[in-house]
């Protein structure tokens, strides 16, 4: 039998940081006196993406964009710890994921912010790599973060069976394209119809997710 790795995602997998998230793209609209004119609906639905990415989305012009992730990235350090909270399940999740399999972060978040919030909820424990957006080229969908996630933890698809675990089709797309199992968790952004399309498995939540691995 071969041996698992479980790679999670984090935002609206293992962690809620809808607050801090949204709170501080409004932030960045107001003080950099920006018109928006979406709502809070429209920021949750683009939660995944790159910063700069997620911007010029919700309607900022592209030769702005960098000034408004500079100025999201200053609010957002000094808030992120105080507004972040673990989802319910997910101690459990890791717990039960760490008796069955190696595992590792890959997010969108730059590891810079990723590290401090994983210490301070004391699950930094559990994970052998943290592949966040400066660790990579191309961020998810491409398949570049889980690749160099099983590049740091030297592990191959003939050797391992790898999963990932996320709540949204970006997750999900770059675990087909770097051949591993994709699973969907609904406790994050993404919708049952959406994550369908691009996972064989959905399930609520992450310790849900790591069930279904234990009982493959």
Request: glycine fraction near 6%.
């Amino acid at each position: 039998m071969k041996k698992k790795v479980i790679l999670f995602d984090l935002d609206g997998t293992l962690i809620d940081s809808t607050k801090a998230i949204v709170g501080t793209f409004n932030h960045s609209f107001e003080k950099l006196k920006f018109d928006f004119k979406g709502d809070d609906e429209d920021i949750k639905n683009e939660i995944g993406y790159p910063l700069d990415v997620m911007y010029e989305t919700l309607g900022v012009p592209k030769d702005k964009v960098w000034d408004f992730v500079d100025e999201y990235k200053q609010r957002y350090r000094t808030i992120s710890l105080e507004q972040t909270t673990l989802l319910p399940d997910a101690i459990n999740s890791l717990k039960l994921a760490s008796t069955i399999a190696r595992l590792g972060i890959v997010t969108t978040k730059t590891t810079q912010y990723t590290i401090p919030l994983l210490e301070d909820m004391d699950i930094m424990k559990y994970f052998e790599c943290i592949v966040g957006r400066q660790e990579v080229q191309n961020p998810k969908p491409h398949p570049e973060p889980v690749l160099k996630a099983m590049e740091m933890m030297d592990v191959t698809n003939s050797n391992f069976d790898i999963y990932m675990i996320g709540d949204t089709k970006l997750d999900l797309i770059a675990a087909k394209e770097a051949g591993v199992t994709g699973i969907g968790v609904l406790c994050g952004y993404g919708k049952r119809e959406e994550l369908k399309q691009y996972a064989s498995v959905v399930v609520s939540n992450s310790v849900e997710a790591v069930k279904s691995i234990s009982n493959h």
